[in-house]
């Protein structure tokens, strides 16, 4: 009887440990400024970028879950933007790609522009090890999509979460994935400039010139799933 009362005092002070340590996770949170932007049960806090009519974003389990798309189906396709604007802040979040799949995180996106990536620099979401085509580094996960490529990366594979952190102050940026820096630039060096002027991003006069802007979650018809999304202003 004695043993039975020990063995319920120790799973009940486990049990007590974990809620208090889960506490205090979100009071230094708020303490250290962190809000989230996620709520895990509405999209409040979301919208369609330039409000369009979609139905390819839902809440499931506690994500923000990005619907694949489907032959026969009505599919209004898009991306999701925050309601409110950033211009220097660090952004953590999980996400999770399927197989094949292709998404992205995009920042300072003005809706100025016909689309989030004609201003938005992109934080790549790939399933590298399967997505169709030869892809080149700066296409890979954790990149600044067709400019830097991802260097010294640990990419969780299909169905598992990865981390992903991006730093926003000035001029500098940081993308961190699964706890490590992987790409590092400065907005308007000449190596920006040089950059910019042998990509795509070329004939888009609007692209990393916006100061403050919104984070845009990229629809790119494939399936994706987002959650613990925290953001900070520095």
């Known amino acids: ?27 230094t949170q708020n303490t250290e400024g962190w809000h989230s932007l996620f709520d895990g049960q509405t999209m409040n806090g979301w919208r369609p970028f330039k409000n369009a009519d979609i139905n390819s974003w839902e809440v499931v389990d506690g994500t923000l879950h990005c619907k694949p798309f489907q032959e ?3 599919n209004k396709r898009g991306d999701l933007i925050s309601e409110g604007q950033y211009e220097n802040f660090e952004l953590k979040l999980e996400w999770k ?3 094949q799949g292709n998404s992205g995180i995009m920042f300072r996106v003005s809706e100025e522009y016909d689309q989030p990536y004609a201003t938005g620099p992109e934080y790549q979401v790939l399933d590298d090890a399967n997505y169709p085509g030869e892809v080149k580094a700066e296409n890979q996960s954790g990149s600044n999509y067709d400019l830097h490529a991802a260097t010294g990366k640990t990419l969780k594979p299909v169905g598992e979460w990865n981390e992903a952190r991006i730093l926003v102050k000035g001029d500098h940026v940081e993308h961190w994935l699964n706890g490590t820096k992987v790409v590092e630039y400065e907005f308007n060096s000449e190596d920006w400039k040089q950059r910019v002027a042998n990509s795509k991003w070329k004939d888009f006069p609007g692209y990393g010139t916006v100061r403050k802007g919104h984070i845009d979650l990229q629809d790119h018809g494939n399936e994706v799933w987002y959650r613990n999304i925290m953001i900070r202003e520095l």
């Open 1 to 27: 009887m004695t043993r039975i009362l020990i063995l319920g005092f120790l799973i009940l002070s486990a049990c007590q440990t974990k809620t208090d340590s889960t506490n205090q996770s979100s009071e």
């Open 72 to 74: 026969g189906a009505e």
């Open 97 to 99: 790609i399927s197989s």
